[in-house]
């Protein structure tokens, strides 16, 4: 339908067909054979595309390069980063439906499955009348997290061979695995990457833009009880679970997810299992602020020192690992690149939307290891379940942001 990107929504269509779903279980990156055999093939299509140095680096990761065709060959070294996999949530012979020219108020059938996409159910449908829309079957996910997004820049890479009077630096593409387990980025090679700044394009709705993300750490408290028989065990045993029943309680009631939003931060239980003898808790601990994130570190810590202090012995063993940091906290020195995404799409008459993720992204890493990356919309909605759903204009869109972006890289 895209005259602008003839192959954006067939490519699209083809990829979701593809099963790429990660393997949290697995001990290897990639996590699944799926997700190497389709960035093998993505491989064969970015060099018939017409891209150059397609190459596979460490744990997978797909990199490819446009060179500049600015008159002095040089120009801005601008990076789209995307990925391969899909979420945790059936991926197996996916069965896309096309509805063309959505009303923006009618229930929509997936397939045969008896689910339904109901605006009274999801409000963020009213907001595509007039659209084209993709969706599944009822019986999968559609994956547009992440194919519409691999789908764009590829498009995008093929309308600017197409277009050599659009002018632009030297263009960097990679397609990775893995993001849905949180480890694809891990080892992103930066050097070898050789862009300036970066895009994840790999948000959510027309508009998204996002450049802050949670600072995110996982904390594991493993407590060591003394077990004796209950009808002798006055004054003699410490019951595991109920110490960490203790240790929860000593945590801020309200500084939970399902009491939080905006900038909010919190603590979030997401494993608990023992006995009298032993018990184990796990939490992601969650913040925006560099500060308050440490300072919730140093709350589990306390609280674990004094369960120990009450207990005589050491029977609370904690243990922190931090996962991801703040984005915001390098790009608010590297405003230029957000600039740019903001003005493509203002360009456009697209209204930027800037709130903080209240989450990571696979650009929380990237930054961090020194490539500054925000992450733009890809179109995506009810990402990760049967309800997901993207409309073609909006890639379109997303597309054409891409291509706003290079442009400004380059004047
Ligand atoms: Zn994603």
Known sequence: MSEKYPQLVSRFLRYVKVDTRSDE?????PSSPKEVQFLKDLAVELKEVGLENVRTMKDGYLFAELPSNLPDGQGTKVGFI???DTADFESEHVNPQEVDNYDGHS????????FKLDPAVFPNLKNYQGHDLITTDGT?????????GVAEIVSLIEYLIAHPEIKHGPVRVAFGPDEEIGIGANNFDVAAFDADFAYTVDGGPLGELEWETFNAAQAEIVITGQNVH????????????????????????????EKTEGREGFYHLIDMAGTPEEAKLTYIIRDHDHDTFENRKATMTQIADQLNKDLHKDRVALTLKDQYYNMGDVLKDHQEVVDYAEEAMTDLGIKPITDPARGGTDGSKITFLGLPTPNLFAGGENMHGRYEFVSKQVMEQATDVLLGILQKAAK
Not at 25 to 29: A, K, L, M, N, R
Not at 107 to 114: F, M, Q
């Open 25 to 29: 279980d697995s001990q290897t990156v």
């Open 82 to 84: 995307s990925h391969v």
């Open 107 to 114: 229930v929509l059938e997936l397939g045969t499955s008896g």
């Open 140 to 148: 999968t996910l559609l994956g547009s997290d992440d194919k519409s």
């Open 230 to 257: 209950p009808g002798t065990a006055k004054g003699a045993m410490v019951n595991a679970l109920q110490v960490a029943i203790d240790f929860h309680n000593a945590l801020p009631e309200h500084d939970r997810p």
